[in-house]
């Protein structure tokens, strides 16, 4: 194995460069050098310890070039603690508005409950109880979607010679469906919530932003002031066709509630959030106590929003794709699955809907 020399301007160093040949990229840094004329101890200590160095990647650099298409992976290849790969794993492959890798790797880690976790110690018993874990702690859909993204870096790591087989191959993603139905606000409900003093101003304009737009809460606490356009906001939302955020058109409530903003904030920069908002668990006591100021018996946050978006557009018969767009879905299945009523909201004008006669019939008589 060659390396190519290079003087640096000074005249001082001399860095190493690999030489895999003459094309673009084919020549990259080793990150070693020496020094031309080393003066102190330390420099030629620091020289000897480099070329000692140099050696080993020169070894390393054949050994890579050899295995070629063979199935055999060199061990200086391999990390040994495999957060190492699954963080370089995340870096490479996330995607905004896609937050279910980069939660793969945190609740593994949570789960592990180590700092360093070698390739070996993944196996597939390890895989059923961290799939066991995810569904003891998330309801829905998102078990299934962070196992997934666990399995697809395993697999990605199986193709790397890490594993034989995958450890998941026979491990699949399962949902969780919730034992609770997550409370809405019916219209009625909806304008009496509007219309009640909050504890919190910020919180309460977050909130009907959110019934107004269908927007998660997490992208209602990270909108910018450069997000908004006119009447239109564009959000973290990213389209899967198009590869373009989704820009929402705003109604005149919501646009009443960034002009509110815009007077509060005394026109902020533009690279400053909109809204002020306290911590989760302190947003969640403000609701609490801004709903027991109302006559409304439920259990609401601020995730209800969202769905009270959905339910409202479609009791108004708007249709399911409509409703999805508009929520940053590519399909309807999250609407059909989750962001629907599942009990009606008044089930005796419902079942009246049904053919009655004038008269009983005769048997039914007593």
């Known amino acids: 194995m060659n390396f190519l020399k290079r003087l640096s301007k000074n005249g001082e160093k001399i860095t190493f460069y690999y030489d895999f040949g003459r094309g673009r990229g084919q020549r990259p840094s080793t990150g070693i050098f020496v020094y031309v004329k080393p003066q102190s101890p330390e ?34 290849k391999f990390k040994e603690n495999f957060y190492e790969y699954f963080t370089d794993y995340v ?19 949570d789960f592990v409950g180590k700092d360093i976790v070698h390739p070996s110690a993944i196996t597939e018993n390890l895989c059923i109880s961290f799939r066991r874990y995810l569904l003891d702690h998330f309801n829905g859909e998102t078990p299934a979607d962070y196992f997934s993204e666990f399995r697809r870096v395993l697999q990605a790591a199986t193709s790397d010679r890490y594993f034989r087989v995958s450890p998941a191959e026979k491990v699949f993603s399962k949902r969780n469906p919730s034992t609770q139905l997550k409370d809405f606000l019916e219209a009625e409900e909806y ?15 977050a909130f009907m932003f959110a019934c107004y737009t269908g927007l998660r809460w997490v992208d209602i606490e990270m909108i910018k002031w450069s997000d908004i356009q006119d009447n239109k906001v564009t959000t973290r939302i990213i389209q899967q066709k198009t590869g373009r955020p989704v820009v929402l058109t705003l109604h005149p409530v919501a646009l009443a509630i960034v002009k509110k903003m815009h007077f509060l904030t005394y026109f902020e920069a533009c690279d400053k959030f909109m809204f002020r908002l306290p911590s989760r668990r302190t947003v ?68 009246s809907q049904l053919p009655t006669p004038k008269n009983l019939p005769y048997y039914l008589e007593v």
């Open 43 to 76: 420099e030629k200590r620091h020289n000897k310890e480099a070329l000692a160095l140099l050696k080993v990647k020169a070894s390393e650099a054949i050994i890579e070039k050899q295995a070629i298409g063979t199935p055999f992976m060199p061990t200086h």
């Open 91 to 109: 870096k490479k492959h996330k995607r905004p508005g896609n937050r279910h890798l980069q939660g793969a790797l945190k609740h593994f880690k």
């Open 191 to 205: 304008l009496e919530l509007m219309d009640t003093p909050c504890p919190n101003e910020q919180v309460q304009l």
């Open 284 to 351: 969640g006591v403000v609701m609490d106590k801004w709903v027991a100021r109302t006559s409304i018996k439920k259990h609401i946050r601020p995730s209800s929003a969202r769905l009270t978006f959905s339910i409202l557009l479609q009791d108004k018969l708007v249709d399911d794709a409509t409703v999805a767009s508009l929520l940053g879905h590519t399909t309807t299945e999250q609407v059909r699955k989750i962001y629907k009523r599942h009990r009606p909201k008044n089930a005796e004008a419902t079942i």
